[in-house]
């Protein structure tokens, strides 16, 4: 019933969405008149220049910042707060350090009031899914770096989040990590069809993994341009198609990089 | 892996035993505590000879020794009559505890003192935990009620404790219930303050991932800004379990019948300056095995971080 209801909803729609933030007397505008809209199962990269609002945008969504103006809603209903139904990924971790990683992972079905088997259960499964049962007991400071990103993947999948928000969750690592990481999300993306917002500064990245890459620009933030990537998966990095995407992409991220800092210098002068 | 916790541990226990014991023990020249740290030092920069558990209590164990010597010396070269020699310090303190040699009113009463000091520092510690750590959760925690509470906080946080005693004696009359509360007070402070402090130093991001976990309300503090804040809080727990123990002995000497600070208090009058010392080195000592269970507590509570152990 509630499913068929929500099939026939608008996934996540985002409206004229601004960010002013006051910083004292000083105002900082972060973000003008966002427009997107993504629907059920897609995985979106957000890329751009640093400072142009992605992780701001991504915070609106979760719920952590309200929008100064704007409207943004889930299943067409107003997103007032955080909630369970989206989970964001930290790109420093974010996990209780003093729970274990088995802890850390049931705290979403623990909060639910589940039975204890079936928290078992979910629990077993996300461990399993990221491949961490042998770490299960370990607390996060004995982890290595892609380790804790894995077990802060799983916390918010076994709290059957639908919208998993990630900010720069690789950026951290170093680069075989890193391209494990990226395969296994794909994996579990294609497994679970959860829907997925990506911030990541890498283009090679964001046309890895996405089915839509949202360009965008500071000053203050907006989207310069929303590209499709239509390339079948899985996909290579060293194919021609691929590369042929990545410059086009690289292109129009720096096409209006030089905008920008024509805009700087006429501002100066 | 496991050998570098090991030598942090040691290394902690070590300096923290070096604290608290000279507490016990009369004031130190600064000659001596300074060829004692050249001594320290040397033995630090060898290899190993024996186990290292070992080597930590001798070297914990090097410097009370070499004060209690330089005591000894001191009292016998000047030939004063004010101060016991350590040797009569041991006598009284046998005295006191079994009895046999005196046979005065102090003989063989350690445990009516001792456990009435006891219940006193437990009682007036154990209200200061029950009361000031869910407060310092919720001033570190909710922003009203720290802009209601915290300018108090600082406003009464410079009166020293021990200004609070005619106003206590006048509240609570001259007794115990005096002392227990110049305890409760002087362990409150460090115990609100760590904790918020301990609250206010968690990751932000912490929260809103516990949020987005679906936990928020009472649950939030119990299982998230509760265990966070814990490092502040055990500071907290064994600064204040210091000041309590500082406390009791000024509570009790108001004219409280029992009670280790009675004693002292008992000493001094009767210009019996071996009883005072022996008051003195059992507050010392009780103090001491406290904080160790009090650390044995935070390594258990606090097993998930290495660099909390203490
Ligand atoms: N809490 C805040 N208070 C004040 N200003 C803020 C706050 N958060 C962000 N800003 C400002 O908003 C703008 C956008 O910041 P944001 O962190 O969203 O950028 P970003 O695109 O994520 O950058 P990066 O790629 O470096 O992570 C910046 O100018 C930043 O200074
Ligand atoms: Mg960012």
Same mark, same amino acid.
């Given at each position: 019933?509630?499913?068929?209801d929500?099939?026939?909803r608008?996934?996540?729609?985002i409206?004229?969405?601004?960010k002013?933030?006051?910083i004292?007397?000083?105002q900082?505008q972060?973000?003008r008149?966002?427009?997107?809209n993504?629907?059920?199962g897609e995985f979106?990269c ?10 701001t ?11 100064s103006?704007g409207?943004?809603s ?5 997103i007032t707060?955080?909630?369970s ?5 930290f ?7 003093w729970?274990?990683v ?7 079905p ?7 088997k079936?928290i ?6 996300y461990?399993?899914?990221?491949g ?7 607390y996060?400071?004995?982890l ?10 799983a916390?918010?999948l076994a709290?059957?989040?639908?919208l998993l928000l990630m ?9 075989l ?7 296994e ?16 500064h890498s283009?090679?990245?964001?046309v890895?993994?996405s089915?839509?890459?949202v360009?965008m ?8 341009a929303d590209?499709p990537i239509?390339?079948?998966?899985p996909?290579?990095v ?7 995407v ?5 292109q129009?991220?720096t096409?209006?990089?030089r ?5 700087d210098?006429?501002?100066?002068a | ?7 942090l541990?040691?290394?902690?226990r ?7 014991t ?11 505590t300074s060829?004692?740290s050249?001594l ?5 920069g060898?290899k ?10 001798l070297?914990?164990?090097a ?5 209690v010597?330089?005591?000894h ?7 004063? !009559? ?12 046998w ?9 005065d ?9 001792l456990?009435?000091s006891?219940?006193r520092v437990?009682?007036?510690f154990?209200?200061?935990i029950v009361i000031g750590?869910?407060l310092?959760?919720m001033?570190? !925690? ?23 005693l005619p106003l206590s ?6 007794g115990?219930?005096s ?13 609100v303050?760590?904790?918020i402090?301990?609250v ?5 991001r912490?929260?809103e ?8 309300g009472?649950?939030m ?15 907290g727990?064994?600064?204040a /379990? ?8 000024v ?11 009675s004693?002292?208090m008992d ?8 009883l005072v010392?022996t008051?003195?080195?059992i ?5 001491f095995?406290t904080?160790?269970?009090?650390v044995?507590?935070?390594?258990r ?5 290495p660099?909390? /152990?203490?």
């Open positions: 019933m509630v499913n068929d929500k099939a026939r608008r996934f996540l729609e409206q004229e969405v601004t002013t933030f006051q004292g007397a000083d900082v972060a973000l008149a966002v427009n997107l993504i629907d059920k979106v957000l890329i751009g220049a640093s400072g142009c609002g992605k992780s945008l991504l915070r609106i969504i979760a719920g952590f910042e309200k929008p103006s409207r943004i889930l299943y067409e209903n107003a707060g955080p909630g139904d989206r989970g964001m990924v790109q420093d971790y974010a996990l209780f350090p729970m274990t088995r802890e850390n992972i049931s705290f979403g623990r909060q639910k009031g589940l039975a204890r079936y078992d259960e979910i629990t077993a499964e461990l399993n899914m990221v961490l049962e042998k770490f299960a007991d370990r996060p400071l004995q290595s770096g892609g380790m804790k990103q894995r077990v802060a993947i916390r918010v709290n059957e989040c639908e900010d720069e969750p690789f950026g951290a690592l170093d680069a990590t890193r391209e494990s990481l990226q395969q999300l794909l994996e579990i993306w294609a497994r679970t069809r959860v829907t997925v917002i990506f911030v990541t283009v090679e990245e964001a890895l993994l089915d839509r890459v360009v620009t500071a000053g203050p933030g907006r989207i310069e590209v239509a390339l079948a998966r996909r290579e060293s194919a021609i198609d691929f590369n042929q990545r410059r086009d992409i690289t129009r991220l096409s209006h990089v905008h920008g800092s024509v805009r210098l006429k501002a100066v | 892996m496991s050998a570098i916790p090991a030598e541990n040691s290394a902690a070590l300096t923290g035993a070096a604290d608290v000279p507490a016990a023990d009369p004031p130190a020249s600064s000659t001596a060829t004692e050249v320290l030092a040397g033995a630090g060898r190993p000879w024996l186990p290292e558990r070992v080597q930590a209590v070297l914990a164990a410097f009370p020794i070499a004060l010597v330089l005591w010396y001191l009292v016998v070269v000047t030939g004063t !009559k004010l101060v016991p020699t350590p040797y009569q310090v041991g006598v009284m303190m005295d006191f505890s079994f009895g046999g040699i005196h046979d009113a102090f003989s063989g009463s350690i445990l009516t003192h456990l009435a006891m219940q437990y009682g007036g154990a209200l200061a750590i869910p310092g959760l001033i570190g !925690k909710v922003r009203v009620i720290r802009q209601m509470l915290d300018p108090t906080l600082s406003l009464l946080r410079p009166i020293p404790v021990t200004a609070w004696m006048i509240f609570f009359g001259l115990p219930r002392a227990v509360f110049l305890v409760f007070l002087g362990a409150f402070y460090p115990i303050l760590n904790t402090f301990g206010r130093s968690v990751d932000p912490l929260f991932a516990a949020s987005m976990l679906g936990c928020d009472s649950r503090f119990r299982q998230v800004v509760l265990p966070a804040a814990m490092p502040g809080i055990f500071n727990l064994r600064l /379990h210091g000041f309590a123990w500082i406390l009791i002995v509570g009790e000497m108001t004219g409280v019948p029992t009670g280790l600070g004693v002292i000493g001094r009058t009767l210009s019996r300056t071996d010392i008051g003195m080195i507050i010392g000592i009780a103090g095995l904080d160790r269970i009090i044995g507590i935070n390594n509570i606090l097993r998930w971080s660099q909390h /152990h203490g």
